[in-house]
């Protein structure tokens, strides 16, 4: 009845499941990692997949951590080795001196927009001591050229993030893209708690077709890998969502049967119309995000940006 | 059927108009400065008043500034000339060399809570230059004692803000406090618009009673104002508020009819049930903010501070 | 007998006429606005001039505004008429619809290398309004096309701030770079109170040649306006400084002429082994720069950006 | 000839060890930890002691830890864990549930003086959780009741920083407060380089006396250990330590030596006017930093919270 929004591949799989809805060209793969580490890829294969997800086609690994919002640092290592191990999955050949450009998307003043540009300042940056010194400086070993830009955001720059990478890939040539960028989940559940590698890019609007202000393979002539954790759920979507189950909780209880019946009986406008009414213009405005967020954001960027100096250690 | 939660007198206020309950103990005044500028100013007088409207008695003025979200100076600055009158009015007595500790409460790390950090530092701070020099250094214009105090959160601290600010006081003996706080708001549309002027302080909780954490008269022994602007909505009141809407509309139109008398017929308990199982546990440590918030919160904070020194200039 | 070095134009003529040398290719011209405000202009109109100098052919504009460290509205207010002035006076031809970048050198995290970041973040940025709405968005006035950039510092980056301005001006295409960077004085008594405009942009080390790391108008291809406000003094430069003033002070003063005379025996040699001997070499790695320098870079931040708002509006 | 300030006992004795002066009531203990570590107790055990050091009676204890500049995760943790050992042999008694307070001087937005702030942002605060769930949060193991605060300077609160220790002290009675500084050295050389620890305090001024804005167990009424780090010297003191150097060298040159008869045969009355002259009055506003000083307060600051969360767990 009410559309949701979701950057998870996973979650918009999910929401076919609930619908009993079968979709071709899409494969799901499970792995348990441990009672608190699940690993789940969902390969999109085909167009009509893409098109029905709503997300292009291409590879998307979901790890969930259950206990990534606690402080226990043995556990966030645990999944920092975890999504180093994805990450080098993913990698286009495995070479010991790949040149990345590691780029943090989002408001690093807004907390929950922050996690792209903190991944940055911990990814520890080589390229310009291998550029003064060569692997001198790391006795002789290969080393990883890394480098690592903070776009920023439209409104204080004027440009789009994807203008500016593309730029910086044109002067600096590197072989690989990592793009880091918080996302927006369908539940709450989700928020903090699950990183999402995915070989197609930042991909804006319904994430299918050649959009100028993509950042992907495409568009910037390099592979580029988005790692991106959902940090805040879009208002509307929540409110949606807790329609959707107040109306299927009117179906499956026996004294709301009637209610739900009710319900059924409004035609396609009918339902629209009251959407509209209900979802408040305002909302689409608005974020859910959890009261610890500056917390959580610090320690889920160390863990990324661990994930990443091992991955290219 | 769903109760919700706003620290702004005014919608608690509303919330009984709505369901048509007439509160006795409760006075409201309304005044309309400018198409674009409304004052109203709730009194709570007895007891009965308070419980009901689950807040300390005393004097609730809010600000209603429709444009306060646009960036436009003349127009903010009309809005802290306002503010600075309205707190004249609040004022114990007219003194032009009252001594006033500012406390901006919440936490500087996550956006929408930085207001009153934010005020505290554009405030125009002069009791350490009195100190020093004397009203010489002012042109031998008798100035106003300003004092500021961030007391940051709990977690960062291990003190409840009330202890940090009880002991200042004690060493420094100030006539007033003002108290700068985000606060929640019952319905989006509020968010950055509405600026909140009380003479009864910061009250956690159901906000009577007296509360060891209170920053008020009767925990701190001076006068204490507290100004409030809301930033964020509880993600739970949001979705409450949206199924209030949801059942309200069923009632009211003619095809959803049945549904609605559906829900009618559910008893009390069953409501609650339904109640407690749309609303995620998750969802009570999750705020909703406007996506823009950080310009926002900018913004506002100079209003406020400006508002202050304007006041005691 | 040691060296002292300087970003500003003028303090490098200031060198020369200490030191009694008069240099071909360079004129000045002196103009006072008011007793608080001077402007000079420096020319380097030829090669040997700019070897001289150790700075590229161009134009050097130095506004010495004595309270600039103060906190004065009205006056921060005239300081940013004139850069503005000065400004609109270099643009290469006045436009109504410029289209220019503004890129803030430096790095926001050390306090007084912050000035360009700041200004950045306080200047008005127009470009992706007019891209999305045209100039309606203004009323339908010509508005300059404002665009900003913070690239970073190298080692957070691994790039250097002329690789990704580069690659963000292919990108964009804008008509005029203007670049704000804070600058080191050679002279204590210039932090925060001077604002140099050049046509001549960045040129790191001695400033004479094509480097390919500058960012001026060879480099990029378009023409670069560089500001600049001294912070910070170099330790190495202020050390060096006062001891030319003590073997200056044993010249002029009878009792200690002997002194002098005695170090004027030192051939060049013994000279420099005495100046390599007290110059420690961590010295090279120190800045000296004003207490209140949080507060300062804030306000000349704001002084610059109000400037570039005057003259691009 | 010159005056020089330090923060740092050690460096108080060893400039009567350069003059060649004998203090009575002085002990130096040394011991070395390992190549990189040195441990030196100075003891000041008189007040003639006192007076001639310009510090209170009391025992200094520093590490010098010459690669504490460097990014080397290990020894870091070797530095944490002689701090923490330092601490429990000064701590009154040791106890396993000691109520502390940490207080971190200084100001946020100047990088050289953010230390104390930052060593607060990182410090184990368990006050709150012990007093809500008691040592049952921490498996029923005793443990210390860390409290934080960082009381911001006097420019933006209008208060000594003593004053609010004062009263957060008698709102929460913590056994010891760890005050957390940064401090001016005489020397670059120990800057970023070595830790302060002293059950002194903090004494402005002279540091002798008791001094209403002393941070010290004389004020405070409970036990105060202070720690601090070196990361500015003042400006006057490096260019009096060069002239210093200076007038040293031209006594032990051969060449030199008539320049410094010279000087010598000056009375004293015309050595402070020299000394007047050339010390620019600027000079006294300014002081001079590392150029890195933004890496290094971060790492340091971690260095030291993590020596207080290891004594104090």
Known sequence: MFEVRT????????????????????????????????????????????????????????????DMMEEDEDYHREVSIQLAKVLQGMLPERKEELSVLVVGLGNREVTPDALGPYVVDNVMITRHILREFGVYAFGNRQTCCISGIVPGVMAQTGMESSEIV????????????IVVDALAARSVKRLNRTIQITDTGINPGSGVGNHRNAINEQTLGVPVIAIGIPTVVDAATIVADTMNDLIGAMHSSTSLRPVGEGLERLDQMEKHELARELLSPHLNAMFVTPKDIDEAVKRLSYTISEGLNIAFS
Chains 1, 2, 3, 4 share one sequence.
């Open 7 to 66: 950057d998870l591949a996973l979650e918009s799989k999910e929401k076919f499941e609930e619908d009993n809805v079968e979709i071709k060209g899409v494969r799901v793969e499970e792995e348990h990692i441990s009672r608190e580490l699940h690993v789940t890829s969902v390969y999109i294969d085909t167009e009509n997949g893409a098109k029905a997800m709503g997300k292009p086609r291409g590879t998307y690994i979901t790890i969930e951590a259950a």
């Open 166 to 177: 593309r730029g910086v890939i044109e002067e600096t040539n590197p072989e690989l893209v």
